[in-house]
């Protein structure tokens, strides 16, 4: 099977697992700095949730360049890396709501690290599919991102009843980790005169 379907899906579930947060979002009680103030911690913890959104979006573009086609493993790896995604709005939600409470703020740590291992196993399967000797297979490879990645969601979750401020410090780390697309799959397509060729 060819990837068009995964794709449109997958930005479609995206795109409304933002719209899902932002009309989530409630105006400052007063029309004032004060409830402006009140209202910042409910705008950075969207503001974080988009962004990793975003990165999944534009990794999962980067990632469909060099996939020539899927296979039914790979569109249930995919949906489970979407489950995990559409979960955002709701672990972003209770963390605002419980003014960053141990528990939700653990939860939320806990979904970001689903999402993460659901990719990789996604990414995995691409490359199974694909062939050891594809662009694919070549491009990506374990490295120090996801290796780090990993162990500050691990520490972000642990330290949730300790101090909820170092979880949060985690998950703001590994967005801005990640913030930049995947360069080795960009040099992998721009390397190449037809991306969709594995």
């Given at each position: ?33 004060k ?53 955002v709005?709701?672990?972003?939600r ?19 690290l ?15 599919i694909?062939?050891?000797g ?5 491009a ?6 996801e290796?780090?990645?990993?162990a500050?969601y ?18 703001v ?11 080795r ?14």
């Open positions: 099977m060819e990837t068009t379907r995964v794709e449109a899906f997958s930005d479609g579930v995206m795109a409304i697992a933002l719209t899902i947060m932002v009309l989530e979002l409630k105006t400052p009680d007063s029309p004032d700095l409830g402006m103030a009140e209202f910042l911690p409910t705008l950075l913890t969207y503001v974080l949730s988009f962004i990793y959104i975003g990165i999944y979006w534009s990794n999962h573009h980067h990632l469909m360049h060099l996939t020539k086609r899927v296979d039914g493993g790979a569109l249930w790896a995919n949906l489970n890396l979407l489950f995990w995604l559409s979960l709005p709701f672990t972003t209770w963390m605002d709501d419980s003014s960053l409470s141990p528990l939700p703020v653990l939860v939320y740590g806990f979904n970001l689903m999402c993460a291992v659901a990719y990789a196993n996604l990414q995995n399967r691409l490359i199974r694909q062939g050891a594809s662009r694919l297979a070549s990506i490879n374990r490295g120090f991102k290796k780090v990645s990993t500050l691990v520490l972000g979750c642990a330290t949730a009843y300790l101090t909820v401020w170092v979880s949060v410090a985690c998950y780390a590994v967005a801005i980790l990640w913030i930049v697309p995947d360069r799959i960009e040099r992998a397509v721009a390397d190449s005169a037809d991306p969709a060729e594995s």
